[in-house]
């Protein structure tokens, strides 16, 4: 179910109007001649996808905030991003729906026209190998962070009223595939190709890039020293950050001339062949 409704105060399950009375900031730009910005940003309720709508609306992007289960959060990141001036709206999908893709775009495009940046950065990270592979796990991995990006861009070229960016959140295993985690791999490995493609069919109106990071968060049990050592072993000696992330994608979104890229920051780690790692989060 998607919600359009102003993030401040209490929520209603019910859409309002999209002619709502914009937030100073927003309106201060408009006065001032400049275009209103706005993004969705799938799964942005927590970790990468939170970190980028937190600061996007520093910069002034009005924001739709989608999640599935984690509403708590959306709530949280809501009053930030209004707390920065900027429009927010809060949007529940479970997205290995296929419809799911349809009824999102088409409410964040009703609720905020000017929407000019889809980040697709939902994704699910579960453990499996070729020999505990199972096939509901699989099914979700291809859902969630393949098919739902493409059908997510599909129904954003199709419904946008203005030029626009989309933004795919990939890893850096799509550059140095070991078969670790498989199904989250070939999942990712599906997206990457799909970047090109997308940008391919569905140019001039929709860029389509991609952001590969490397390990931005600790995952699973993996503790602040594994993490850090991670870090350590890279080629470079460092890892990315979050704002490293956060600088690429308004890279990738406010600049015209730039489809059909993917950028890696991950400090070099893809340029690493060895497998097994020691040092991979385990679930």
């Not at 697709?120 to 453990?127: C, L, P, Q, R, T």
């Amino acid at each position: 179910m998607a919600m359009g409704p102003s993030c401040s105060g209490r929520l209603s399950l019910t859409r309002r109007p999209a002619n709502i009375r914009r937030p100073s900031h927003t309106r201060a730009r408009e006065r001032n001649g400049m275009a209103a910005k706005a993004a969705l940003i799938t799964g942005s309720a927590r970790r990468i996808g939170r970190a980028i709508a937190a600061h996007l609306a520093g910069e002034g992007w009005d924001i739709a905030v989608h999640y599935n289960t984690s509403r708590p959060e959306a709530e949280s990141l809501a009053r930030e991003v209004e707390a920065a001036g900027v429009a927010c709206r809060l949007y529940q999908e479970d997205l290995v729906d296929p419809a799911a893709a349809d009824r999102l775009v088409a409410a964040c495009v009703a609720d905020l026209p000017h929407i000019s940046l889809l980040v697709n950065s939902a994704s699910v990270f579960k453990k499996d190998t070729v020999a505990t592979l199972r096939p509901e796990l699989w099914e979700e991995h291809l859902r969630i962070n393949a098919l739902a990006p493409i059908l997510l861009t599909r129904a954003f070229h199709r419904l946008c009223r203005v030029p626009h960016c989309v933004i795919n959140m990939l890893d850096q295993k799509v550059a140095n595939a070991t078969p670790d985690f498989f199904s989250y791999t070939i999942s990712k490995l599906a997206l990457h190709n799909a970047t090109r493609m997308l940008a391919m069919s569905l140019w001039p109106k929709t860029r389509v890039n991609g952001i590969a990071p490397g390990l931005v968060l600790r995952s699973g049990d993996q503790t602040e020293e594994q993490f850090k050592a991670v870090h350590r072993k890279t080629p470079l000696g460092i890892g990315p950050s979050l704002a490293e992330i956060c600088r690429a994608v308004v890279l990738l979104a406010e600049t015209p001339s730039i489809t059909g890229q993917v950028i890696t920051i991950d400090g070099g780690r893809h340029l690493l062949q060895k497998f097994p790692f020691d040092d991979l989060p385990k679930e």
